[in-house]
Each structure stands twice: as C-alpha cells, then as structure tokens.
C-alpha cells in the first residue's frame, strides 16, 4: 500500500512539473513572438490592433494547448489576421516571392523604425513607420475624466452602513469606461472609498450597479456621483442613497438632490456639479418616460497624419529583409521586417474577416479579464513588459540577470499570485534586476501602502534610526530612538524586505525602503519596539500622514545648500541650480569637500561635473538608442 501511494505520488508529481514545464514554454514562446511582431513586423493590420489587449486574450489562448504541433497551430490562428506573411513552426521555410508583389511598381518599403519607444509623447522617442502615417500618441483624454458630484453632510450617518445605487449603459472607445463612485471625508485624511475601478461598466445596455461602505465615527462630507474616464459615452438614469445601522436592517433612502434629473437648467442637473470639462459635453433629456444624464467625449477627428518619407539610419532594411528567431525548443519564427506597400496597404493583405473576428474576440474576452485577478491579465502585463525591457532597455550591461531569466521568474511567480497586490510585487521583483532607479511600479486606485507614520526614520551605522517625530502630541518616540521591531518583525529585517524591491544603485535601494519602511494603509498601527539609552521603549502609533503631506515635512527637514563648516559644503542637487553653482565655484574648488544629496533628482544642474572633470569628456552617456532590429541589434 504504501509502495503504491508512493508511486501515486511521484507519477502526480512528474505530471505537475511536466504541466508546468508545458505552460511555461507555451507562454515564453508566445511572449517571443509578440515582441518580434508588435515592434517589428509592418503590416497595416499589425498596426491597427490593440496589443495590450492582444497580449492578454494571446497567453490566454496558448497556455492550455498540449503539445508542440498545438501551440503552433493556436499561434498561427493568433498571429496570421494581423502577419499573415510570418511564418511559425519546427523548420519554416521562408520564399521572398510570398511578401513580393508581382509588379513592384507604386509600392514603397514600409518598415518600423525605433527613437528609444514611441509610447507616450514625449517628443524625444518615436516609432514609426517609413512611408506610413506617424502614430497617433495615446490621447490624454483616454486618461481624463468627466464627473458629477454632489455632496452631504455626514454627521447623521457615522458609524452606519451606506449604499449607493444606480443605472448606466455605455458606448466606451478603446480603454473608455463608465463608473458610480462613493467617498467618505473626515476632518483628517479619506476613509471609504470606492469608483468601480475594478469592474467598470462596459456594457452598451442597461444594468444596475450597486456597492456599499462604511461611514466612519468622525466623517464630515459623503460625496458621490458617476462619471466617464477615457472617451465614449455614458447614460444614467437614477443615482441614489440608502443608510442601515447594521445587516439586520433593512436599507433606508437617503433624500440627495435630484437623483432622477428631473430639475435641468441650461441642459444639465441641477444640485449637481456638472463640469465643464475639457473634452467632453453634459446633456440631461428625456427617454422612455425618465430623464437621462450623458456624458460625452467630444474629441474632434485628428486631421490627417503626416506621412513618413524618410528615415536617416545607417543600416536601413532592405525589401524582402527578414528575422529568423528560434521562439523554444522545435518551434522557430520568420518574420519579414520590411513589406511592400502601397498608400492603401501593405502587401500581402492578411483575411479581413479573419482580422475582424479577432478583434471582436479580443475586446469580449478583455471585456472580463481587466484586473491581475485574471491570470490571463498577470501574464499578459509580464509578456508587455518584459518585450519593452528585452529590445529597448539600453543598460543591459548593467544589469545583474539576462532577459531570459527574468522573463521565466516572472512568469513563475505570476501563476502563484492571486491578487492585483501580489502581482504589484512580482513586476517590482522584474524590475530590480535592471538596476535603473526611473524604475517606478504603481497599481491604480491602490491605497494599501500611500500612509505614513508621523516619523522621519533613517538608516545609520546599521541600525533603523528615528530622525524626527512629525507629530509635536508624541511624547514616547524620540529623535536618536533606534527602532528594533516593527509589529513583532525584526526592523533591518522589514528595510532589507523593502530594499529588495527597489530597482537602481544600493543608495537609492535604501533611500526608497527607508521611506517606505512604516507605510500602509490610512489608520492602521504600528507596534514599535525602541531602543533608547539600552532602555527598551514601546509605543503604539497610527499610519495618518498621506503621501503629500510626508513629503512635505521630508522637504522640510532637508537643510539648504551651503556651507555646512567653513571648509564643507552641502549641495541639495534636488534643488540647487546652475547659477548657483556657477556662483559659488570659487568657494566650491577652495572647499575641503563637498557633499553631494542625490536622494531627489538633478534640476539641470550637471555644470557641476563640468567643474570636476580634469579632461574632455565624450561618453555617450545621454543619447538615445535608434534601430530598426529587434533584441538590441
């Protein structure tokens, strides 16, 4: 019997590791191709998808497959509507005449070229395509929002439950959303808070929506309404209130202004406040026997993109150009980096019904998988980031692990986490080994770590150190208190946790875990242990600093530049500019040293260096990458 459990039990266990072993390579593989695809390959029909949302239906659609021949048919079927020229399997075999045009004539080459990534709108990075349009950037209106609120006192309510209510449809563009939203203020910081920013509504029919709180003891202002974020439309037709002492009772309406829209003035609600804002229009009319609210983008049409004819470089791909990439273990990739095209299109022309049944099956399926609960989302945000960092990053000399590697840990870790704040830390523990302190991970709406306790800490000589107390009514924690516990856990022990999900140098790893050391959600406490004079000191105290405030009093804190002796300066380079430095320089050379503070970011104030430097210096240090290759060819 036992003999038999044992056997059961290895035979459960190669299965598992085996099963594993399958996910792992279906999803690096398709992470592969991706990049290889989204930022190389020119097709019209690549450039018209949506890859982030690509990126999440793709593993999705690949991490369950069996087997090699699987994986490369289910690739196929994701990747021919938008590159139906790549090519994907053990041993492709690639022929220039399929990406060829019988007659060249009226064609041009089309291919993508990199200034750094063009993924936001700055102007010193670009993506393009030559002989194409220039890429629209991200509008800021799918990151603006249009609200009505309304507000009540909250007195009557503390201490009691809370519910708001309501019905919206929404026509939503690309990443546009509708939302109900309900706060709670108190006299010192935000206590309930929730905007549906977890499960917006998408839906172009009517539901009803509802979600409910608490009113905290000392709450002065309930305020509440709904809007849109990104652009679209949405339509409301009721937003209400109810309040109950506790579960056993049963809801009682809360009379607010208005909740029907039935009083308009000049087209909108009154008793709400209702813009304007920027971007969008606010309409109260009625339909089906009730009056509806809408909010809408009004994003006028952009006028026609100027086209791009040339592109100075001096390895140009030519026509017919491809990549050959081995994507796993018996499964390989062609893919043509320059096409054919004309000002219709690029050639070959990939099955348009194919191209728009995918797109229909992407949007559904993104549709429900919008948060890292999905694991789907976790494994397609890893396969979006990690293709950013393998062909663009341009530090890989100076980083502590290869793109392989961190790839399979991320992912590795995504299959364990269950929460949007487990996965937060496994893109942080992505991000360390690049060793690039611009590195900053945040998770929308997430107020799990944004409070402070009211002190100053630092680390000295080894040790967790309180540098100030930022609450005059504390009397049991003293500047010079050495904290050796925090809630019962060893304090370098916490500060070394931190540290190690801190990407940049080790300074700036301890700088950043210094100043999250004590931080977490809005009145939470913090069991201290303190060591003062080899007495042993407890105190109990209460995370209520918000992160504006923190920074505040840090600021505060830091001294000004100048002189520290009459023979040491300090220099602040958050804040010190170049006139000043030009200023002092004589002071400054005769100085028996000086004290550089890089905890902030240099203000344009590198004319120091220029003064230290005993010879021309050349070194590329600042120039941005530019290539039309992927894997940082």
């Known amino acids: 019997m036992k003999s038999l459990l044992a056997l059961l039990l290895l035979t459960y266990s190669c299965t598992s590791a085996q099963q594993n072993y399958r996910e792992l390579k279906n999803i690096e593989t398709f992470a592969r191709l991706y990049g290889y695809v989204r930022y190389f390959h020119p097709s019209d029909e690549a450039a018209s998808i949506n890859w982030d949302r ?3 239906y793709g593993v999705d659609a690949v991490i369950r497959v069996k087997s090699d021949e699987e994986l490369v048919a289910t690739l196929n079927r994701l990747f021919q509507p938008v590159a139906p020229s790549v090519l994907i399997g053990a041993s492709p075999q690639y022929q220039k005449k399929t990406i060829t045009p019988d007659n060249v004539s009226g064609y041009k ?12 709108e700055n102007s010193i990075y670009s993506s393009v395509r030559l002989n194409r349009p220039k890429p629209g950037m991200k509008s800021k209106q799918q990151n603006a929002f249009a609200p009505i609120t309304q507000a009540i006192d909250a007195e009557k309510y503390r201490g009691k439950e809370i519910k708001l209510k309501g019905r ?24 309930f808070f929730y905007n549906m920013g977890d499960k917006p509504a998408m839906e172009n029919e009517w539901r009803e929506y509802e979600f409910e709180g608490k009113v905290d003891d000392d709450a002065n202002k309930i305020v509440f309404g709904c809007f849109i974020k990104g652009e679209g439309a949405v339509w409301v037709d009721s937003i209400s209130l109810f309040e109950r002492k506790n579960s056993k009772e049963a809801w009682t309406p809360i009379v607010i202004e208005n909740g029907q829209f039935n009083e308009i003035k000049d087209g909108k609600p009154e008793g709400w406040f209702a813009g304007p804002v920027a971007g969008y229009k606010y309409a109260v009319s009625p339909i089906d026997n009730s009056n509806i609210l809408e909010i809408a983008s009004t994003a006028s049409e952009k006028s026609a993109a100027e086209i791009v004819t ?4 001096k390895h140009t791909p030519q026509a017919g150009d491809i990549i050959e990439k081995q994507l796993s273990s018996g499964i390989k990739a062609i893919v043509p980096i320059v096409l054919y095209g004309t000002a219709d299109h690029t050639y070959p022309v990939a099955d348009a019904n194919a191209l728009a049944d995918l797109k229909t099956k992407i949007a559904d399926f993104t ?10 989302v976790r494994l397609g945000d890893v396969t979006i980031a990690w293709n ?9 000399e100076d980083a502590s692990s290869t793109p392989e590697k961190i790839l399979t840990a991320a992912l590795k870790k995504s299959f364990t986490d269950h929460t949007p704040l487990e996965f937060k830390e496994t893109l942080l523990q992505m991000t360390v080994p690049l060793n690039d302190g611009h590195v900053w991970i945040n998770l929308e709406g997430d107020m799990s770590n944004a409070y402070q306790l009211p002190l100053q800490l630092d680390w000295v000589e080894n040790k967790i150190v309180v540098d100030a107390v930022l609450d005059s009514t504390i009397t049991d924690v003293k500047r010079g208190d050495i904290i050796e ?23 700036w790893k301890s700088n950043r875990a210094i100043a999250g050391l004590a931080s977490g959600a809005l009145n939470t406490s913090v069991q201290l242990s303190l060591l003062r004079n080899g007495k042993r000191i407890e105190s109990n105290l209460a995370r209520t600093v918000t992160p504006q405030q923190f920074y505040g009093f840090s600021k505060s804190l830091k001294k000004h530049s100048g002189k520290i002796t009459d023979d040491i300066f300090y220099l602040d380079l958050s804040t010190i500019s170049r006139d000043t430095i030009d200023k002092w320089a004589n002071d400054l050379a005769d100085a028996k040293g000086i004290i550089c503070d890089l905890r902030g970011y240099p203000t344009g104030n590198h004319n120091l260096i220029n003064y230290l430097l005993k010879k021309t210096e050349d070194t590329k240090w600042m120039f941005v990458p530019e290539t039309a290759y992927p894997d940082q060819q």
């Open 54 to 56: 690509f990126a999440i």
């Open 168 to 191: 919206m449809k929404v026509d939503a563009r690309e990443d546009g959303s509708g939302h109900f939203w309900l706060r709670v203020d108190k006299s010192k910081g935000v206590g």
């Open 388 to 396: 950013i960092f393998r062909h663009f990053f341009p530090y890989w």
């Open 109 to 120: 080459p089309v291919f993508w070229f990199h200034t750094g990534l063009g993924l936001s």
């Open 310 to 313: 040339t592109i100075s470089y």
């Open 367 to 376: 549709k429900e998988h919008r948060t890292a609960d999905s694991l789907a």
């Open 485 to 507: 516990t925090m809630n019962g856990r060893n304090a370098v022990d916490v500060y070394k946790e931190k540290m190690s999900l801190v990407s940049g140098s080790p300074q």
